[in-house]
């Protein structure tokens, strides 16, 4: 396995591959993963972005994860605006990188590969702050969950909903930088 930094174009020229993972660890509906794809190929051009990918050996795609800088009149941002008070928006989303997705495939998780993707993200990250939502879930049950807590992410809204998905989310956050040991990965090569 390796950890490669990821250019938007990267991410563009394995966006089948990308919807893949994505889908394998949601567990969502074909139609649904249609609508992501154009989603991802717009998010390349957001400013601020960054992504990193988990590669075999053999270059398949294992895992993946990216996110930028978020903005007024950005889906994501603006629902979550909403959701918080004035001294939250001020203090949480005035320079914020978003971690917009970030994903293994079922059969590889547990063995550091997401946190290996979170580290790289958060060490190339701009901004003062970064948030992600994520399933609620059991968090001592949750992989997601414990990982997001060892990186120090603390709830800004838990049991939000987003529209157009049924289940209940929780918005976390940390301060940026995140102080990271080792380097981070470089680009993909051909």
């Not at 154009?38 to 390349?44: E, F, N, Q, R, S």
């Not at 979170?118 to 049950?141: F, I, N, V």
Request: with cysteine; proline share 6%.
């Amino acid at each position: 396995m390796r950890l490669v930094r990821w250019t938007p174009d990267d991410l563009v020229r394995r966006l089948d591959d990308v919807v893949a993972v994505y889908g394998e660890a949601m567990g969502y509906r074909a139609d649904l993963l249609e609508a992501r794809r154009g989603y991802i190929a717009t998010h390349v051009r957001r400013p601020g972005f960054r992504a990193v990918a988990s590669l075999t050996t053999e270059g398949h795609l294992i895992g993946f994860g990216y996110g930028y800088l978020g903005a007024a009149g950005q889906w994501w941002h603006d629902q979550v605006s909403r959701a918080l008070d004035a001294d939250a928006r001020q203090r949480w989303l005035t320079h914020c990188f978003e971690v917009v997705e970030l994903h293994v495939r079922p059969a590889a998780q547990g063995h550091g590969l997401g946190a290996g993707q979170l580290r790289a993200l958060l060490t190339m990250a701009e901004g003062t702050t970064t948030l992600l939502s994520t399933p609620e879930a059991d968090e001592q049950k949750s992989r997601a969950w414990r990982l997001y807590r060892r990186f120090g992410f603390v709830d800004l809204l838990r049991n939000f909903h987003f529209p157009g998905d049924e289940r209940p989310f929780g918005v976390l956050g940390r301060d940026l930088p995140l102080a990271a040991p080792g380097p981070v990965p470089g680009p993909a090569t051909p």
